[in-house]
């Protein structure tokens, strides 16, 4: 790789030894892929937090570290509330390692926002290189932001918040955000909501892997491609797809679908995706709810008083936006939680059937939470949760 001069000094170790082994990691990944230089990055996104995914091993190798992020750097959800773990739950044990994470990497520099939703930070914008590495977070950022990322794992963006760049290879370079498969889209329904979007992406993410995809014949709103990108990247490994007409570089660069392989999804084939079983549990804000989508919750709980535990996880900046409402749901017996997931927490792991809003959530509380999954839209997700 071409690197700086300053880049070299760090490889040398002349700037301490975590930097320098931060820059190995990135040298490393960048000889792999073929990166020809490192590239300057806007903001990080750190995943490897919880400390159910991570454990011991992750937390030694964390505080064997020293060294400061020096952009705008935000930690993935941890496995609890890291103030109202009790009321979750969460044991004594796992809340010390927890709480040993977070000021390891607080100590780093990154930012305790504890999110898969950083772009509700306003951190970043069309165009930005970015090292972001939760799955859902790097399909919006390059999807419907038209920032560039490719998918990282925690070391590489440990080391890309510390250093301030990352290996410019994949997603970084136009020439590869092209789409190579088309998912045309019919028998759309006249009132879709998040989760019929995230049964879309569930199926679809089945059959591009880690393909491009554009889609015709849909016109989702925002949380709705939140969701269809987060199940994509969930059951395929999908970093970045676009929507004709409505995405920014399917808008800017008006991509023909002319000579693409060509998918057709029906939407009875997403109604399939729907069952009816009761849920033990209920579960939404995969990835963490936006204000509108906490709004509408509050809404549709208006008068309902809740017969089975419903849990609403958000980003804590989300939730100290829209206090009163928050405190509306809450006044109906349900929790409305910071910092954590239905997945990386272990609070939801006492349950048999736990139905959600996400096709994404779909896909992981299985092997995650060893629960069945049922996904159901959001207001059947709140008739579920008031019913006896
Ligand atoms: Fe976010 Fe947890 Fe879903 S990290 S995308 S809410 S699995």
């Given at each position: 790789m071409?690197?700086?001069?300053?880049?070299?000094?760090?490889?040398n170790g002349e700037e301490g030894e975590t930097r320098q082994k931060m820059m190995e990691i990135?040298?490393?990944?960048?000889?792999?892929?073929?990166?020809?230089?490192?590239?300057?990055?806007?903001?990080?996104?750190v995943s490897g937090a919880s400390y159910k995914t991570i454990g011991r091993w992750g937390l030694e190798w964390l505080n064997g570290l020293n060294a400061k992020a020096t952009v705008p750097a935000v930690l993935?959800?941890?496995g609890m509330d890291r103030i109202r773990w009790e009321e979750m739950g969460i044991d004594q044990e796992f809340a010390k390692n927890q709480k040993d994470v977070?000021?390891?990497?607080?100590?780093?520099?990154?930012?305790?926002?504890?999110?898969?939703?950083?772009?509700?930070?306003?951190?970043?914008?069309?165009?930005d290189h970015l090292a972001w590495s939760e799955s859902s977070a790097v399909a919006y950022a390059n999807s419907v932001i038209g920032a560039r990322t490719n998918r990282e794992g925690g070391p590489s963006a440990l080391a890309a918040?510390?250093?301030?760049?990352?290996?410019?290879?994949?997603?970084?370079?136009?020439?590869n955000r092209n789409p190579d498969l088309c998912f045309s889209v019919e028998g759309v329904p006249e009132r879709t909501d998040e989760s019929w979007y995230g049964a879309l992406g569930y199926l679809a993410g089945k059959i591009s892997g880690n393909r491009i995809p554009v889609f015709t014949g849909i016109r989702p709103a925002r949380d709705q491609l939140k969701n269809l990108g987060a199940a994509m990247a969930a059951t395929g490994a999908t970093a970045l797809y676009h929507v004709k007409d409505i995405t920014p570089e399917a808008r800017i660069f008006n991509y023909t679908t002319t000579g693409l392989e060509t998918v057709n999804i029906t939407g009875d084939e997403v109604a399939e995706v729907y069952a009816s079983i009761e849920p033990d549990a209920i579960a939404i804000g995969c990835p963490h709810c936006s204000e509108e989508e906490i709004k509408k919750i509050a809404s549709?709980?208006?008068?309902?008083?809740?017969?089975?535990?419903?849990?609403?996880?958000?980003?804590?900046?989300?939730?100290?936006?829209?206090?009163?409402?928050?405190?509306l749901i809450e006044k109906s017996g349900a929790g409305v939680y910071a910092d954590t997931c239905m997945v990386v927490s272990p609070a939801l792991e006492k349950y048999r059937t736990i139905m959600v809003s996400s096709?994404?959530?779909?896909?992981?509380?299985?092997?995650?939470?060893?629960a069945k999954a049922v996904i159901g839209t959001l207001e059947e997700c709140i008739r579920a949760a008031c019913r006896d």
């Open positions: 071409d690197l700086t001069v300053e880049e070299e000094s760090i490889l990135l040298v490393g990944i960048g000889k792999v892929f073929g990166a020809e230089r490192m590239v300057r990055i806007r903001s990080a996104q993935n959800p941890v977070m000021a390891a990497y607080e100590r780093l520099g990154i930012r305790l926002e504890c999110t898969c939703t950083p772009y509700y930070l306003h951190i970043t914008e069309y165009g918040a510390i250093l301030g760049v990352t290996p410019c290879y994949g997603l970084h370079l136009i020439k549709l709980l208006k008068d309902c008083s809740i017969k089975r535990p419903l849990y609403i996880f958000a980003s804590r900046g989300v939730i100290a936006r829209c206090k009163d409402t928050v405190s096709g994404k959530a779909l896909s992981y509380v299985p092997n995650m939470c060893g």
